[in-house]
């Protein structure tokens, strides 16, 4: 543990005359040449209370409050208000005094951010500093406020950037001048078995955007490509996906109740990623996260067959999110929920989620309007109806899921509106 210092300790003064190098034609010194002198003299306070090298890394405010004459001695007062773990603020006063009258101005005042350095250039621990005075007790305080702020500050323009992206990353699936990306559900599953290869043929054909498929991993641990948690419904087996081997899976019809497509194979998602490459994008939904593992040879998947910039990942599962966001940064994804939450960007922002992905009857124009606001995109499911269509345009989403895309793309006027982009 660092032994902490006192205020008094690293508070320095330092005064210099101001030459006519330092000055406008007529006599005003530069802010410039304050500025300097304000981070030199809070750089020696900063470096005198860690006795180890520092660096600025922000100047948070500096303000000029009245000009400064050639012949005045500037005198800076710079000490340590408050310390982080590995960074610091020095608050710095400026006087500026007529030597020829010995009439002194308070001309400028500043806070300024260092961070401390070890040998090898890395953010080190500086000591804890002790306030003792009342005035060095409010400033303290006052700096605290300050840091609090600053980094909520930094958090808003992260979040903001972030998403920024987000939205538009999404967006720019979408066909020219189409409205929203159009993503086929379990391929085309209103004309096809779903989650198989020909529902996803038959959605590409029908004119999607992207693919949307469910995972699941399979009692040997292989990401297969199916809805439910059991067989039953889509296979002529029965049992947990979880239960079963991948090669019994692999010996089960997954056609379903569609008598005229032949007999279909489970995919698993290695394949389908093989298929989609250089076809579609693919919207891959999280679902068998309970088995550990799934998330992360999802994303294992995803890269071997160099895919991450053309998928979403989504889930009701938020979790997961998260941990694909902090497996890999860069992956793009969406969280799905039923209902409406009173917050759906603190929802996001929760996750770490590019899209809000709820169920299209429970959006209001308000909603995708703040959603938007916060850099974000919204893509509802699960759109089938011509009155949900029209709907959903009305509603002004970014992407809308369908079991029929065929509906869809007939249905959305060929001349479209180009949707505002994030400001
Ligand atoms: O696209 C979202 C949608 O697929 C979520 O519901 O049950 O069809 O997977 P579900
Ligand atoms: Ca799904």
């Known amino acids: 543990m660092v032994e902490a210092r006192t205020v008094r300790e690293s508070r320095i003064v330092m005064s210099q005359v101001m030459l006519p190098g330092d000055a406008n034609p007529f006599g005003n010194v530069h802010g410039g040449v304050i500025m300097k002198l304000v981070d030199t003299a809070a750089g020696v306070c900063a470096t005198r ?13 500096m303000s000029f409050l009245q000009p400064v004459y050639v012949g005045d001695l500037v005198t800076l007062k710079a000490s340590v208000n408050d310390v982080g773990r590995t960074s610091m603020e020095v608050g710095v006063r400026v006087e500026a005094e007529n030597i020829l009258t010995g009439v002194v101005r308070h001309v400028s005042s500043a806070h300024l951010v260092f961070v401390a350095l070890d040998q090898s250039g890395r953010p080190r621990d500086v000591p804890p500093i002790v306030a003792e005075t009342d005035d060095e007790k409010r400033r303290m305080a006052e700096a605290k406020l300050r840091r609090a702020n600053r980094q909520r500050g930094d958090e808003a323009v992260r979040a903001m950037r972030a998403s920024t992206d987000s939205r538009a990353a999404i967006l720019s699936w979408r066909r020219p001048d189409a409205p929203f990306v159009l993503v086929g559900h379990r391929g085309a599953a209103g004309s096809a078995p779903e989650n198989t290869k020909v529902s996803f043929q038959r959605a590409v054909d029908d004119g999607v955007d992207a693919v949307e498929l469910d995972v699941h991993l399979t009692r040997d641990g292989v990401p ?25 899976l692999k010996l089960l019809d997954a056609a379903g109740g569609w008598k005229s497509h032949g007999e279909q194979r489970i995919p698993t998602l290695d394949e389908a990623l093989e298929w989609a490459h250089g076809r579609t994008r693919l919207v891959i939904e999280l679902k068998g996260t309970e088995r550990p593992g799934l998330v992360e040879k999802t994303l294992d998947a995803i ?23 902090e497996i890999n940064k860069d992956v793009c ?10 917050d759906p960007i603190a929802l996001a922002t929760a996750c770490g989620a590019d899209a809000l992905c709820p169920h299209w009857s429970s959006v209001t124009t308000e909603d995708v309007a703040a959603i938007h606001r916060a850099g974000l995109a919204v893509c509802v499911w699960t759109v089938n109806e011509k009155a949900e269509i029209d709907a959903a345009m009305a509603l002004g989403v970014d992407g809308v899921t369908t079991d029929l895309p065929e509906r869809v793309a007939f249905t959305v006027p060929p001349v479209r509106t180009i949707l505002p982009m994030p400001e």
Do not use: C, K, W
């Open 303 to 325: 890269r071997l067959h160099s895919m991450l910039d053309d998928v979403m990942l989504i889930s009701f599962d938020h979790f997961a999110l998260m941990e694909a966001r």
């Open 224 to 248: 297969v490509v199916i809805h439910d948690h059991t067989v039953d419904r889509t296979t002529n087996g029965h049992g947990a996906v979880s239960a079963l081997t991948l090669a019994e």
């Open 333 to 342: 994804t969406g969280a799905l929920y039923v209902g409406r939450p009173a």
């Open 49 to 61: 209370h860690v006795r180890g090298q520092t660096v600025t890394a922000r100047i948070d405010s």
